[in-house]
C-alpha cells in the first residue's frame, strides 16, 4: 500500500466523526490497541524530545530495506497520534519517509484543527526524530 493510500484510509476513518470530541475519542482507542514498548526500551535514545508527554519510537530496518516502527507514550491521545505516523511509515523506504510532511498527514487525516498545537509540535518532532533516526541507521550500514 502506498502513502497516499494509507493517508486515505486513515481519512476515511476520521471523517466518520463530525467534531474533535469524537476524533479525540478515535485517537484514544487507537492508543490503546496499539502495543506497548518493552521497559528498557523507554529509554534516552528512543525518546521523542519536546513532547509535552513521554513518547518514545523504535525504529528497524526488514530484510527488504524498508523500515518498520513501534511507539509508546504515556498518554493515550499521543500513542494514538504516533500509531498513525508508524503505520502510514512501515514498510516504506528512506526516500518515501523522507518525503513524508507531518502536517500534510494531519491536515489530510483531518485532524489538524482537532488537536491542541503542542501535540501538533509533538507531532512534528516526532516526524523528524524518525527521519534523523532513519539517516543514523544508513550511516552505520555504511561504516
Known sequence: MTVSEKLDEFKDVFDLFDNSKDKYIQLIDMGRKSPELFPEEKNDIN?????TSQAWVVIGQY????YFFR??????IVKGLLSIISNI???ESLDAIHSIDGSEILNVVGLNGAISSQR???FSLA???IKKDI???EMKKSD
Request: glycine content about 14%; overall charge negative; aromatic content about 4%.
Open 89 to 91: 511509515c512501515d514498510g
Open 120 to 122: 501538533i509540535n509533538g
Open 63 to 66: 530484510e527488504n530495506g524498508t
Open 71 to 76: 511507539t509508546d507514550s504515556d498518554a493515550q
Open 135 to 137: 539517516v543514523c541507521l
Open 47 to 51: 525518546k521523542i524530545y519536546g513532547c
Open 127 to 129: 516526524m523528524n526524530k
